[in-house]
């Protein structure tokens, strides 16, 4: 079972900018996504952005392309995501993820395989 240890998130103004990281621990396997998902209040899961452990590819949601950045320490099996002029639609519980690889696909919107207990984004107008 994959476990998580996440931090950041936090209010900020529109504008603004947070900080998520998550180190995860217990995986067994060399290849696999590592991210975020996020639902916001009366809204459905969303998968925000994940990289992939095997070549280091990064994947985003449209609607957050271009104002946040992930980034990884391999050797620590961090992920950090970047937020950058946030807008109050991001406010939302963001829950570090973790997707096997099925046949080179990963599953990183909703259900993941595994998921950490979430962290608080508010962003005020």
Same mark, same amino acid.
């Given at each position: *079972? ?15 900018? =947070?900080? =998520?990281?998550?180190? /995860? ?5 060399d290849d696999y996504a590592l991210g975020w998902v996020r639902r916001a209040p009366g809204k459905d899961y969303e998968g925000v952005s994940y990289i992939i452990s095997r @070549?280091?590819?990064?994947? #985003? ?7 946040? /950045? ?10 950090? =995501?970047?937020?950058?002029? =946030? *807008? &109050? @639609? @991001?406010? /939302?519980?963001? #829950? ?9 696909? #990963? #599953?990183?919107?909703? &259900?993941? @395989? ?12």
């Open positions: *079972e994959v476990q998580f240890v996440e931090s950041g998130g936090g209010s900020v103004q529109a504008g603004g900018s =947070l900080r =998520l990281s998550c180190t /995860a621990s217990g995986m067994i396997v @070549d280091g590819s990064t994947h #985003y949601a449209e609607s957050v392309k271009g104002r946040f /950045a992930i980034s990884n320490d391999k050797g620590k099996n961090t992920v950090i =995501l970047q937020m950058n002029n =946030l *807008e &109050p @639609d @991001d406010t /939302a519980v963001y #829950y570090c993820a973790f997707s096997y690889s099925y046949s080179g696909r #990963y #599953y990183m919107n909703w &259900p993941v @395989d595994f998921w950490g207990q979430g962290t608080q984004v508010t962003v005020s107008s």
